[in-house]
């Protein structure tokens, strides 16, 4: 039989079990299989075995694949004569997805939070969130009272609150807000009309229409179209346009944190989680310092399937559960402290993400 072209790297990932891996590999190279081969490596040692095992961590995107994975390994195991106690050690390792090895570490920790005892994971929140938002009075309270004002003139506040329903992610305030800024509108007002632009007329006066209101009344002034899709205009449009679109963004950002904060508090006081929950939650607990020492004492060695699919914040959760005891800060922000050789590898093919362009 012709060994494989990358036969050698994969012995290395097999049998190198001291050292952290990412590898990446088109569909159907097998890259399950090495995974496989890897747990299988650990389990050939008997003290190593004892030891490693039930602090194995293999985390996938699906609960049949990682089913999948733990029944395939096991059959290896027993097919090698491994002892009993070795066989006893592989059925304390975790398989699952990320959100189930969240919710180990909630219902553990949990009570740090303040968290209930008993949690209902929900994935319809319609009729929850309409409650919620029938209950709100008063909407970002940590812009200040003039940046509220404003930003409210220019989205509906139940504009921003589905904006924090809406996304996938956690959004994060900024640290600081300055002042809404003045646009200077001399270049659009500037631009040349021309019989090939029509439209750009009736752009500059929709443009002295929404200034007079923003400017010299209280009234709703959302973004004025822009009539015309002359590119030189419309370039000059967007570039005057910028400075406040930036500040109303970074200020929508900060009462979406706000909001989804709130909302968060609002389902748990009902005993409600949603899979984002469980995530975000684990990663509050990591932020602990004293908890996340006391979790990272598990010495859990995780090995990741699927990575394409994995989001930075369930990264964050799995690395730093593999960081070292006495690791500061997080490591995606200042790389200090890496996961410990061996406790982090992770297997996928970024062509092949469902969270963005294969092609990126």
């Not at 029938?134 to 970002?140: A, C, N, R, S």
């Not at 002042?179 to 750009?200: G, H, M, T, W, Y």
């Not at 996928?348 to 969270?355: E, K, V």
Request: net charge neutral; proline share 5%.
């Amino acid at each position: 039989m012709t060994p494989m072209a990358d036969e050698a790297a994969r012995q290395r990932f097999a049998r190198e079990l001291d050292r952290n891996f990412s590898v990446i590999a088109s569909a159907g190279s097998g890259k399950t299989r090495a995974i496989t081969d890897r747990i299988v490596e650990m389990a050939k040692n008997r003290q190593r075995a004892l030891e490693w095992l039930p602090q194995l961590v293999v985390v996938t995107y699906t609960n049949r694949a990682a089913d999948e994975m733990q029944q395939r390994t096991r059959q290896r195991i027993l097919e090698a004569g491994l002892p009993l106690e070795t066989v006893e050690a592989f059925g304390r390792a975790f398989f699952g997805t990320i959100h189930a090895f969240c919710m180990k570490l909630l219902t553990t920790h949990g009570h740090h939070l303040g968290l209930p005892a008993r949690l209902e994971t929900i994935t319809d929140d319609d009729d929850l969130w309409n409650e919620f938002v029938q209950q709100q009075t008063k909407i970002g309270r940590s812009l200040g009272t003039e940046n509220q004002r404003l930003l409210l003139r220019l989205m509906q506040a139940r504009q921003l609150m589905d904006l924090a329903h809406t996304q996938d992610h956690d959004f994060t305030a900024p640290q600081s807000l300055g002042r809404c800024p003045e646009c200077d509108f001399s270049k659009v007002e500037a631009a040349l009309e021309s019989p090939q632009a029509k439209n750009i007329p009736k752009a500059k006066a929709q443009l002295r229409d929404w200034l007079h209101r923003w400017r010299e009344t209280d009234e709703f002034a959302p973004w004025p179209p822009c009539a015309t899709t002359a590119r030189e205009f419309t370039a000059r449009w967007r570039e005057a346009f910028w400075p406040l679109r930036d500040w109303a963004s970074a200020c929508a950002s900060c009462v979406a944190a706000d909001v989804q904060r709130d909302y968060r508090q609002f389902r748990l006081a009902r005993g409600a989680i949603t899979y984002s929950d469980q995530v975000a939650l684990t990663a509050e607990l990591l932020r602990m310092p004293k908890l996340a020492q006391r979790i990272r004492e598990k010495n859990y060695r995780v090995v990741l399937d699927e990575a394409q699919d994995t989001d930075p914040q369930q990264f964050l959760v799995l690395i730093e559960v593999a960081r070292p005891v006495e690791a500061r800060n997080e490591w995606l922000r200042d790389r200090q402290s890496p996961p410990r050789s061996g406790h982090f590898s992770m297997v996928g093919d970024f062509q092949q993400s469902i969270y963005q362009d294969p092609a990126d």
